[in-house]
Structures are given as structure tokens and as C-alpha cells.
């Protein structure tokens, strides 16, 4: 059966998550009080819960994280999966293996989700078009396109620092060209309703779609950040940067990193937010990294209570009759 | 069931205890009973969803409420309260949860209601009400106030 919707099943539950787009903003905020719910098994005495037993999750790692990778492990091992890594640069693929063949010996040793970060965009996408009915992917990052877990653990960061997304104003300053982060944040926070919506950046980091986005754009940081309650830095990609897109760090800094003193026309209680990893002196000072209204590292905290959301809710759809997954 | 909790602990005993009330039926049991015997410690709230065996076929339920313990469950006395002891999964499930936040010196399980129908061997230390029922029967309480038992049946 074909389905109008890869990421939902007949019954319209998630059964991957490949992208924020398209998700209606119940299915988020359903998401969001799940990893609320989770939020408590990091402060038990043992930090594991018997959720997902005998499942298996598979990290297929094609491109460098830390962070990420990190927190869907530790995620899979507190609700209890076996977790396997896979290092492709020196697996089979390198000796010639065609993906999909590497993907159906894993079906075949009976995992049961795929979390894939891959540098081409629509990578994870691809394998979901061809993965086993019984397997969920579960989308880690896909070139320019998505990276939606850390779009829900920035809008899970958000609801608990700020209460509701109606009132609020946020920036996403940076690179926003490169960056999948920033595409999935845009989705997210447009389906969840915030009152405006900004992207800072220099002309030559900006996507020529962008303004189809619902976003205000930005190419002063200043003006972009007047008032803003939320401060959301991109990283500088400069492995995907080729020519001559900017003219050197320390100017980047000088005209859109954030500073105390830049940060001084956001509100008084602005937090600033940024995916990780940081570079320091370039996009941020280390001043406002680690100052008082930096969140950056309760975004990390919260990246797992969001990653045990999403794979217990895309395993655990209860069987319906007649429905093979 | 005051009277029989205050019986089994003694006066000064009960207020050494850690009283902990199953979601959501439990837990309005367990706050009449702490008001009634005036326990100081406060309340313990335990909401077993991820530890049910049934998790595989009846799927996330994403309004699971965190669950929380005010003290530390190692040594302490546990009086762990629901509302219908039926067939004795939510009290394993509740066990293996409390197990996961320590040691306990002992736990006693009250239940409101106890019917037929046990498939593990469980049993209440104290209950308000025996019940024999028909496969098809449930309990059902609704609350918080009032607290109400009716029995319905299946359709």
C-alpha cells in the first residue's frame, strides 16, 4: 500500500521521523509532553527504564557527531534497547557494499530502528522508502534538509524556559544556508505558532527560499535582535563552505557574532540557544556562551528525554488488525 | 482501612512510612488515607506506564504523568496504595519501578477494592472491599471527590 505520507502510518501515527515539515502541531506538542514524561528517569537512582526490551536500535553514523550520537545512545539504552554503532568508514560500505545491501543484512539480523545522519540530504528519506515494514528510521541529520529530534529538543528547551510559543519573538542568527537545524527550527516553530519568526544573517548565508518560510529576514544582527525573547546561533559550517562566502572569522564575528554588548537589545530575559558544537570567538563569545542566560547545555539534557520520546513513540504503536507494521 | 494501616504500623510507626499511590485511581486513595491518618511525610506518586508488560500491544500513552517520591525509597517503609487489585500486573509493575529508586525495608500494598481474577501472586495486605466478580465485570472508581466504586460491565 502506498501511503501519502511516509513518516505515519494508516492510522496517521509517526512511524519514522525523517522531518518536522508536515507534522501538525498536536503531533509536536504530543512529542514535546512525552519527553516531559521523561525528563524525571535521569534524576532515578537507576537511570533505565524497562520500555523498549529486546528491541534494537541501530545507529548508522555516515558523518561525525558527537552530541548527537551520543544522546541516541544513551536515549535507546535508558528505555533499555540494545543499541548497535556502526562506523561507516569502516564497514563494507568502504569495500564497496551498496547501502541497501548493508541495510537488508541488518533487517536480517532482526534490528528493529535505524537512526541514520547522513551528508546527503534526503539520505534518511531513501532508506525509509526501502526499509522492512517492522523498521522505524529515525532521521539524526541529513545534509542541508532536516535534523528534526534537535528542532524538538530546541522547541522542548523553548516551552520550558518560556511557557507558551504565542507570545514569543525568535531570532535564529547565522548560518543559515547550511544548516538542516535552522530548517527544522523554521517548521517547527511556524507550526507551533510563535508571534515572529527572524533570520540574521549575511546576505551570502542565506537560502534563496527562505523568505517562502513565513520568517522575517534580517541582515543587521542588531535590528534582528531588538526585543527578541529567543536567540537561536547557527554554527559556522565552514567544512561545507566552498569560495568565498564570507571574508574571514574575525570579521564574521566583529559584524554577527553575539556579544554581551549585542545581546544587550534583546530582552532582558532573552535566552540564547545554540545546536552545538560552538564555535567560540567566531558566532559566539565565550561571555555569552557560558553566561547566565546561555541554555545551551540544558539543550543537550534534553536532547535525551526528547530522543527516548520519539523512539518509544515510533516503536510503540500498538498493533492494529490487518496492518503489517 | 485507617484503622487497620494504624493497627499494623502502631501510632509512631505510620508516620515513619512512605506512602505512595499508584496513577490515578491510587493516588486519590493514598491522599484520603495520608489526610485521615495525618502523615507528615509527603506523598509518593507512582505512574507505572513504562513499566507495564503490556507495552508492546497496547502502545505510548503520551500522557504518562512523572512519576515522583518526596524521600529516598532505600530503608524506608513503603505503604503502596491502588485503588482495584485486580489480576496483580500494575502492583508488579509499581514494585519493579519502586525497586528501580532503591531498597526498600518492606512494602505493604493496600487496595480500595480486591476482586477475582489475580494472574500473579499478589496479594493486599489491607483491603477496604472484597469483591467476586464475573470476568466481564469491572471495577471502575471515579474521583477525586467524590471518591466512587461502580462495578460495569464489558460490552
Redesign the interface.
Known amino acids: 500500500m502506498r501511503r501519502r505520507d511516509l513518516q505515519l502510518d494508516a492510522q496517521g501515527r509517526l512511524r519514522h521521523l525523517l522531518t518536522i515539515e508536515g507534522l501538525k502541531r498536536q503531533q509536536i506538542v504530543d512529542i514535546l509532553d512525552t519527553a516531559e514524561s521523561f525528563i524525571g528517569v535521569g534524576d532515578q537512582p537507576v537511570r533505565k527504564i524497562p520500555l523498549l526490551r529486546g528491541k534494537t536500535v541501530v545507529n548508522l553514523f555516515f558523518e561525525a557527531s558527537t552530541r548527537t550520537l551520543t544522546t541516541f545512545e544513551l536515549a535507546a539504552k535508558r528505555l533499555s534497547a540494545d543499541v548497535l554503532k556502526i562506523n561507516i568508514n569502516t564497514s563494507a560500505t568502504v569495500k564497496g557494499e551498496s547501502l541497501l545491501d548493508m541495510l537488508r543484512n541488518l533487517e536480517a539480523m532482526h534490528c528493529d530502528m535505524f537512526v541514520v545522519r547522513h551528508g546527503d540530504s534526503g539520505a534518511a528519506h531513501l532508506i525509509a522508502q526501502h526499509v522492512a515494514p517492522h523498521i522505524s528510521v529515525v532521521n539524526a541529520g541529513d545534509g542541508r534538509h532536516a535534523h528534526p529530534t534537535q528542532a524538538l529538543l530546541d522547541m522542548f528547551t523553548i516551552r520550558q524556559q518560556k511557557g507558551e510559543f504565542a507570545p514569543l519573538t525568535v531570532a535564529i542568527v547565522g548560518d543559515i544556508l547550511h544548516s538542516r537545524v535552522a530548517r527544522s527550527q523554521i517548521h517547527a516553530l511556524t507550526t507551533l505558532g510563535v508571534s515572529e519568526l527572524r533570520v540574521v544573517a549575511p546576505k551570502t548565508l542565506l537560502p534563496d527560499a527562505v523568505q517562502g518560510l513565513g520568517v522575517h529576514v534580517f541582515h543587521d544582527l542588531r535590528e534582528g535582535l531588538r526585543d527578541a525573547d529567543v536567540v537561536i546561533m547557527l554554527r559556522l559550517q565552514k567544512e561545507r563552505m566552498q569560495g568565498a562566502m564570507l571574508p574571514s572569522e574575525h570579521e564574521y564575528f566583529q559584524t554577527f557574532g553575539l556579544t554581551e554588548d549585542s545581546l544587550a537589545v534583546a530582552r532582558d530575559d532573552a535566552i540564547v540557544m545554540h545546536p552545538g558544537p560552538i564555535n567560540r570567538g567566531v558566532e559566539i563569545s565565550s561571555e555569552v556562551a557560558d553566561g547566565p542566560r546561555s541554555v545551551i547545555l540544558q539543550q543537550v539534557s534534553n536532547g535525551i528525554a526528547v530522543r527516548m520520546a520519539v523512539m518509544s513513540m515510533v516503536l510503540g504503536r500498538a498493533p492494529v488488525d490487518g496492518e503489517a507494521g | 482501612m485507617a484503622d487497620q494501616l494504624r493497627a499494623r504500623f502502631g501510632e509512631g510507626g505510620i508516620q515513619q512510612t512512605l506512602m505512595v499511590g499508584i496513577h490515578t485511581g491510587g493516588v486519590w486513595v493514598a491522599q484520603r488515607l495520608h489526610r485521615m491518618l495525618g502523615i507528615e511525610q509527603p506523598l509518593g506518586q507512582l505512574?507505572i506506564?513504562?513499566?507495564r508488560d503490556d507495552?508492546?500491544?497496547?502502545?505510548?500513552n503520551?500522557?504518562?504523568?512523572?512519576?515522583?517520591l518526596p524521600t529516598s525509597v532505600d530503608d524506608a517503609r513503603i505503604v503502596l496504595v491502588d485503588d482495584v487489585l485486580h489480576t496483580g500486573r500494575t502492583v508488579r509493575a509499581a514494585l519493579?519501578e519502586l525497586f528501580?529508586?532503591?531498597r526498600p525495608a518492606s512494602v505493604t500494598l493496600v487496595a480500595l477494592a480486591e476482586r477475582s481474577g489475580r494472574e500473579l501472586p499478589i496479594q493486599a495486605d489491607v483491603v477496604g472491599l472484597n469483591l467476586s466478580l464475573d470476568a466481564h465485570e469491572h471495577v471502575k472508581l471515579t474521583g477525586p471527590d467524590p471518591l466512587r466504586l461502580e462495578i460495569v460491565e464489558a460490552p
Open positions: 505512574d506506564s513504562f513499566y507495552f508492546s500491544r497496547i502502545g505510548m503520551p500522557q504518562v504523568k512523572p512519576s515522583q519493579n528501580d529508586y532503591g
